[in-house]
């Protein structure tokens, strides 16, 4: 197991980088935007984040990783989102730190503060109710940042959460779309999708889309926006700059990803 103090000497040592995962309405193929992932490059290679980023959570190490995505993502693409008023980038939040006067510090440090709407927090349903708890989300959003519940698997834990809280997003878990084969082009839980967006105006992004079909059974069902493979890899930001460029909306033209 890797221990704590390895990533903190890791993070002190500059071997954390950003890529960011294009988010593309699947209407028209246009990129909207993208999410930040943080990775690490020690020198006996890459460390996959399913080794470091459970390890942190509920440590204090989780805070300062967060902090050090929002400080490298406004170093990156801070001007660019300037410019781009109508691009935003999704941030992974443990719930732990929300509603603690951190990341409102860090926004205000990096200068994000001032295009606050063009950030989207990205929580997982998990400790929502009793740690972070819906009154701080509602004051998240009314200050004009957006909140994603991420990984999303439509069980009846999750819908209570979306009952209860002031979201502009969910982002489905990538194990529904999995789902999605040629021996099942439209399982049971993407009519219910469908059904949900009708009744709500929480948007949709479906998350590991892989294949031409999935995305196609997808945009049937009236799912508006997507990540994963089939778009595009995680990329570096000035690849995500330059991707933005081919799919993207121009200066000016809003995307609807809200």
Known sequence: MISLDAIRDGLAQGEFFLEYLPTVSLADGRCGGAEALARWRRS????????????????????????????????????????????????????EILGRGGLEYAATKTGLSEIRNQIVLEVTERGIPDNLGVTTLEEASRSGVRIALDDVTLTGTNLAVLSRCTLDMIKTDQSLVAQITPECPCPAWLSGLSALLESTRVAVIAEGVETEAQAEALRAAGIPMAQGYYFSPPISAEQLKAYYSRAGGQPGRTTHCT
């Open 44 to 95: 006996s290679g890459l460390v996959k984040p399913g080794e470091f980023i459970p390890r942190i959570e509920g440590t204090y190490l989780s805070g300062m990783l967060t902090y050090w995505v929002f400080e490298t993502m406004a170093k990156e693409l801070g001007d660019w989102l300037r410019v781009h008023k109508e691009a935003y980038i999704g941030v992974n939040v443990p719930p």
